[in-house]
């Protein structure tokens, strides 16, 4: 019988709590059984699948959890103000979560529950871009264009890959003018409302 208490959502938020502390490597059954109170046997009551089916557990969180960002901030905004505030939430989960973002997987997985929660994730940038007129297949390629533009500049800086002095901050705002201002010149789009 599973631990009164525990259930596979607790399970992923131990698993999390691992993976915030020390990264992907630290992620094992009995880490996270250690974690939770439990023994390593008893979490195959929650996780049946162990840690395969634990991995893919955080990754639907995990990109739900990025959507939901997202989401929140691009409410009551648009155009311009709505690509920069989707931006900088993206930075901002990426640096606050540096390791569960990197447990983020970037290419489709054959899984029902990861393709709504990444659908999700393309759907608030595709919402975003109508407001430049941007539909069917041009605002295709450009949600594929703000999602590298964010996931490069989150990669490489929770990577520690930006080592010169330079303000973050100010190269963060310069590439999201960058960007803003080619939508409004894409193929297709309509000046922002």
Same mark, same amino acid.
């Given at each position: 019988?599973? *631990?009164?208490?525990?259930?596979?959502e607790?399970? !992923?938020?131990?698993?999390l709590?691992?993976?915030?502390?020390?990264?992907?490597?630290?992620?094992?059954?009995?880490?996270?059984?250690?974690?939770?109170?439990?023994?390593?046997?008893?979490?195959?009551?929650?996780v049946?699948?162990? %840690?395969?089916? %634990?991995r893919?557990?955080?990754?639907?969180?995990?990109?739900?959890?990025?959507?939901?960002?997202?989401?929140?901030?691009?409410?009551?905004?648009?155009?311009?103000?709505?690509?920069a505030?989707?931006?900088?939430?993206?930075?901002?989960?990426?640096?606050?979560?540096?390791? &569960?973002?990197?447990?983020?997987?970037?290419?489709?997985?054959?899984?029902e529950? %990861?393709? &709504?929660?990444?659908? *999700?994730? !393309?759907?608030?940038?595709?919402?975003?871009?109508?407001?430049?007129?941007?539909?069917?297949?041009?605002?295709?390629?450009?949600a &594929?264009? !703000? *999602?590298?533009?964010?996931?490069?500049?989150?990669? %490489?800086?929770?990577?520690?890959?930006?080592?010169?002095?330079?303000?973050?901050?100010?190269?963060?705002?310069?590439?999201?003018?960058?960007?803003?201002?080619?939508? &409004?010149?894409?193929?297709?789009?309509?000046?922002?409302?």
């Open positions: 019988m599973p *631990r009164v208490g525990l259930n596979p607790q399970v !992923v938020d131990h698993a709590g691992l993976i915030d502390e020390q990264g992907a490597e630290g992620l094992t059954l009995a880490a996270v059984a250690a974690r939770a109170g439990v023994a390593t046997p008893s979490l195959y009551k929650h049946s699948g162990g %840690l395969t089916e %634990l893919r557990l955080i990754a639907v969180r995990v990109t739900g959890e990025l959507a939901d960002r997202l989401a929140e901030a691009a409410v009551g905004r648009s155009g311009d103000d709505a690509v505030a989707v931006l900088r939430a993206y930075q901002g989960y990426a640096t606050a979560y540096p390791h &569960r973002y990197h447990a983020l997987p970037q290419a489709p997985q054959p899984d529950d %990861l393709t &709504r929660a990444a659908g *999700r994730l !393309v759907g608030v940038i595709i919402a975003v871009l109508r407001e430049y007129g941007l539909d069917g297949s041009e605002a295709i390629h450009a &594929r264009t !703000v *999602r590298s533009t964010a996931h490069g500049f989150a990669a %490489l800086t929770t990577s520690g890959a930006f080592q010169l002095a330079e303000d973050l901050t100010t190269t963060h705002d310069r590439l999201i003018t960058t960007l803003t201002t080619a939508l &409004r010149g894409w193929p297709g789009a309509d000046a922002p409302r």
